[in-house]
């Protein structure tokens, strides 16, 4: 079993920053992509910034030139750095990574998602 938890939401005001941190924990043996989503009210989950084991970055359009994804392998960690943030960015984050842990019956591969954190930009 894998399991994310993130932390860092909160309400901001409009052009102000936030960052986001996401740890996975369980037995883990490799972690491939880990990724930022999010919900807005009356919207569906979309992605926002994702990055690979060998640091290879995606952006949403939205997400670009503002948003910076990283992560520490060693901690098995993913951060994502929210500048210049708009009233529109107000949703639920949502972790997410896939991988191979150490099942019961040996390698197993996973996708997990965290239960989010909820992130508020104020006019």
Same mark, same amino acid.
């Given at each position: 079993?894998?399991?994310?938890?993130?932390? +860092?939401?909160?309400?901001?005001?409009?052009?102000?920053?936030?960052?986001?941190? #996401? $740890?996975?924990?369980?037995?883990?043996?490799?972690?491939?992509? =880990?990724?930022?989503?999010?919900?807005?009210?009356?919207?569906?989950?979309?992605?926002? @910034?994702?990055?690979?084991?060998? +640091? %290879? /970055?995606?952006?949403?359009?939205?997400? $670009?030139?503002?948003?910076?994804?990283?992560?520490?392998? @060693? $901690?098995? %960690?993913?951060?994502?750095? =929210?500048?210049?943030? $708009?009233?529109?960015?107000?949703?639920?984050?949502? #972790?997410?990574?896939? +991988?191979?842990?150490?099942?019961?019956?040996? %390698? /197993?591969?996973?996708?997990?998602?965290?239960?989010?954190?909820?992130?508020?930009?104020?006019?």
């Amino acid at each position: 079993q894998v399991q994310l938890v993130e932390s +860092g939401g909160g309400l901001v005001q409009a052009g102000g920053p936030l960052r986001l941190s #996401c $740890k996975a924990s369980g037995r883990i043996l490799s972690i491939n992509t =880990m990724g930022w989503y999010r919900r807005a009210p009356g919207n569906e989950r979309e992605l926002v @910034a994702a990055v690979t084991s060998d +640091g %290879t /970055t995606n952006y949403a359009d939205s997400a $670009k030139g503002r948003f910076t994804i990283s992560r520490d392998n @060693a $901690k098995n %960690t993913v951060y994502l750095q =929210m500048n210049s943030l $708009k009233p529109e960015d107000t949703a639920i984050y949502y #972790c997410n990574a896939d +991988g191979y842990y150490n099942g019961n019956y040996g %390698t /197993t591969s996973f996708r997990a998602w965290g239960l989010g954190t909820q992130v508020a930009v104020s006019s």
